[in-house]
């Protein structure tokens, strides 16, 4: 990790850090030093300590839905917010709050089981049990309810386990309802008042209520907009295991880069699988591409009919639903001057569609903003090249290379006969014998911080005079490994003439 990469993480941290501490001591001292609160506050430490955590759980749980609420940040994230916030990291952002509110759910329950036998101990005045206040008080049970909702989504919500099987997780992630429902009754039955009967709350529930609305609107859209005619159109199995589905939804607006929930009712009434559009907005019909990974897209490749050749279905004749669009880091392309796309395998699909665009609008927009593309490709098999040579071909005809560049590399080890037939045909060749475009196939892992100082350096040179900070966005869609390295890249080659900006497509 770099020294930048590492001052911009202990920042992030070190906010948060304070701001829940804050938080606690907040909800702490407003306890202890509440008169009218005396008598409760002869229960000391544990007391105090599970009304500072409350007031941690009371706002981050209303902070954990925020990123959720997806349409809503897509629009924020179009606004000045978008330039300061990093939207684009809201997953990171929901399991930092999911964390938070797991460490203050431990020091708030544990604390309140300290506050209820010691209320039967050191307050007997008040004639309550202590299994009276953990089981018959609205705090006590909905507090045990969602304890046990959230032992069963945090569990499932484990990487190995969203590896395993993502539809265990999505549905126990459906147990939030419980949660929220026992979050917002919480303080009803008010455990903490004063001596006169009146309640201290947090209004806990009020901040979360705001956001679970948003949220509630927000799925409500989602049904909407997926019940909007939609047909498919065609159907194209690609080599490499790829399927392209192209289809048909007249209400349906979007921008290069944005993806898609798909839902194949006849595959699976309930799932909704996210896919990045890899159309333009320009192109006559929308489409994904989709590879074959496991149940839900290999079921839907065979509903589709091209998981068996002899297959007579019409595709057209099956029900699809599409729900979208939603934004994404890719998005943004058009709004740099300089632009460098990096996809590893299927991550090429955000990129298929800025550089379709790119076509398009090169012809057609003299505002065009965008100068140049350098687009990296590296896949572990020649035939992933196959997913989008047509195109890739047509663009590297139609546009010129001061716009579009390209530089594709394969991982794949090849045989001794593999090699010498390659370089047999590519010798005098116009066209490289692998991927059939002009550009030179590079055999290899790239070397990223060299290749992102070349497109510096070239951006540099060209700009020579200029007096403004030059910015080139660096876009990527693949595995973390190579994330790592390019966003190190991006932060080592940044200077006092140009910013690398850095952006991830998560999958
Ligand atoms: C924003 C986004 C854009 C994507 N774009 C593309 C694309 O253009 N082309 C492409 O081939 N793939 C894309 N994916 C990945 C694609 O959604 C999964 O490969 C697909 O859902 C796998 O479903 P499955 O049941 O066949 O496989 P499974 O074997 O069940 O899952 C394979 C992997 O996909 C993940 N996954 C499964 N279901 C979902 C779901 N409903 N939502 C999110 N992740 C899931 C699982 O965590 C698992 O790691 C994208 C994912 C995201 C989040």
């Not at 070397?447 to 005079?465: M, S, T, Y």
């Amino acid at each position: 990790m770099t020294m930048a990469v590492l001052k911009r993480t202990i920042v992030f941290w070190v906010f948060w850090l304070v701001f829940q501490i804050g938080l606690f001591w907040a909800g702490f001292f407003k306890q202890k030093m509440d008169p009218g609160l005396a008598t409760l506050n002869r229960l000391q430490w544990s007391v105090w300590t599970s009304r500072g955590a409350g007031l941690n759980l009371a706002v981050t749980s209303a902070l954990l839905m925020v990123p959720m609420c997806r349409n809503t940040m897509g629009l924020l994230r179009r606004t000045p917010l978008g330039r300061i916030l990093p939207f684009d990291e809201g997953i990171f952002f929901h399991k930092v709050c999911a964390y938070t509110v797991l460490f203050f759910t431990v020091v708030h329950t544990t604390a309140h089981y300290v506050n209820f036998f010691n209320v039967q101990l050191k307050l007997p005045a008040l004639k309550l049990k202590a299994w009276q206040i953990h089981y018959t008080t609205w705090g006590g049970a909905t507090g045990h309810v969602m304890a046990v909702a959230m032992f069963f989504m945090y569990t499932a919500a484990a990487m190995r386990m969203r590896q395993q099987s993502f539809e265990a997780f999505w549905f126990t992630h459906h147990l939030a309802i419980v949660f929220y429902i026992g979050f917002f009754f919480h303080g009803y039955g008010c455990f903490v008042k004063t001596a006169d009967g009146h309640c201290r709350p947090y209004y806990s529930w009020s901040y979360a209520l705001f956001v679970c609305t948003i949220y509630v609107f927000e799925r409500l859209l989602r049904v909407y907009r997926g019940r909007q005619p939609t047909s498919i159109e065609r159907v194209i199995m690609h080599p490499g295991n790829a399927m392209e589905i192209q289809f048909n939804k007249p209400s349906m607006t979007y921008a290069p880069g944005q993806w898609v929930f798909i839902n194949l009712p006849e595959v699976a009434p309930l799932q909704w699988h996210p896919f990045t559009l890899t159309s333009c907005p320009e192109e006559r019909y929308a489409s994904v591409h989709i590879r074959l990974v496991g149940d839900w897209t290999k079921n839907a490749a065979r509903v589709l009919g091209c998981m068996d050749e002899k297959s007579t279905r019409d595709p057209r004749s099956v029900k699809l639903r599409v729900d979208g669009p939603y934004a994404a880091p890719a998005d943004r392309a058009f709004d740099y001057d300089n632009v460098i796309c990096v996809a590893a395998g299927i991550g090429v699909t955000p990129f298929a569609s800025v550089l379709k665009s790119l076509g398009f609008r090169a012809k057609t927009d003299p505002d065009l903003v965008l100068r140049k593309v350098d687009f990296f490709w590296v896949n572990r098999d020649k035939q992933a090249f196959e997913w989008f040579q047509a195109e890739l071909r047509s663009l590297e005809s139609m546009l010129p290379s001061q716009l579009l560049q390209y530089h594709l590399y394969l991982t794949e080890k090849l045989g001794l006969d593999a090699i010498h037939n390659y370089c047999l045909n590519a010798a005098g060749a116009d066209f490289d014998p692998i991927t059939q475009l002009r550009a030179q196939l590079q055999f290899g892992r790239p070397d990223w911080e060299h290749e992102l100082a070349k497109v510096r350096d070239r951006v540099l040179a060209a700009n020579v005079g200029v007096k403004r900070k030059l910015r080139i966005a660096c876009f990527f869609c693949g595995p973390a490994p190579v994330a790592r390295a390019l966003r190190d890249a991006c932060i080592v080659l940044s200077n006092g003439q140009v910013d690398l900006d850095f952006f991830k497509e998560h999958f």
